[in-house]
């Protein structure tokens, strides 16, 4: 059985869904809240250490304002609800991305992530504002000005990503089967799952199901075995 520590969720299809079902591509948006709580809690029982979750690229920021502004609006809802929750149940949570938002959010996301940052029991990485190749242009850049040679450890020990290991396996919501710019270096040797399902109607046991799979594939790293 393949041990499972990190698991990426590209979180798609809630505006579809909300288009859907209510005409709204927000009411879409605030329904997959509840998703992730349900992934949340499934991810502590299978004592999965990080779920990495992506919430807003940096290519998001070509839709509306309005959406845009919904969207924000909702993550400081969210957070500001649930983060003492989230300390209780001993979960640490950080953001993956450039924190280049109203001042507002940036300072809720630093709030947060310093009132968790002690926590061990889930680790959720946020990618908000989170661009792959953004990340791996700021490593390299970074390597540059620090005189540190250029190699894969390097790089690996530069990205948001440096102190967890890769996603052993990565799931996309919303029957679309492409990356979109996310975590491109550390996918290299992931497990990939696409759902057809959008995110809001994606289920507790959709992602058991995908766990088992995972569970039992075999997992070759270029070997022969
Ligand atoms: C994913 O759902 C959430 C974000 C990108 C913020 P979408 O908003 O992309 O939903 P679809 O793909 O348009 O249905
Ligand atoms: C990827 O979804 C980003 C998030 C889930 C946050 P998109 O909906 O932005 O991806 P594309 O544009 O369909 O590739
Ligand atoms: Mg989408």
Redesign the pocket.
């Known amino acids: 059985m393949n041990p499972l520590k990190h698991v990426a969720i590209?979180?798609?299809?809630?505006?579809r869904w909300g288009l859907k079902h209510y005409k709204s591509r927000n009411k879409g948006h605030r329904a997959g809240l509840k998703t992730i709580e349900k992934i949340i809690k499934i991810s502590i029982k299978k004592k999965i250490k990080y779920l990495t979750l992506?919430?807003?690229?940096t290519?998001?920021w070509k839709?509306p304002k309005s959406e845009i502004k919904y969207l924000f609006k909702l993550l400081e809802t969210f957070l500001t609800n649930k983060i003492n929750e989230f300390n209780k149940e001993n979960i640490k949570l950080t953001v993956i991305g450039e924190k280049k938002f109203p001042r507002k959010i940036n300072s809720l996301l630093k709030k947060s992530e310093k009132l968790t940052k002690n926590n061990n029991k889930l680790q959720i990485n946020l990618?908000l504002n989170?661009g792959s190749r953004k990340e791996i242009v700021n490593t390299i850049k970074s390597l540059n000005r620090k005189n540190i040679k250029i190699n894969e450890k390097n790089i690996n020990n530069h990205l948001y990503t440096s102190n967890m290991p890769d996603p052993d396996l990565l799931i996309?919501t919303?029957n679309?089967n492409?990356?979109?710019?996310?975590l491109l270096w550390q996918l290299s040797y992931s497990e990939i799952f696409f759902s057809r399902k959008f995110?809001p109607e994606f289920t507790e046991t959709d992602y058991l199901k995908i766990i088992n799979k995972f569970k039992i594939i075999k997992r070759n790293f270029g070997e022969i075995s």
């Open positions: 590209i979180m798609d299809g809630n505006g992506f919430a807003f690229s290519e998001n839709r990618a989170y996309r919303g679309t492409r990356l979109s710019n996310f995110w």
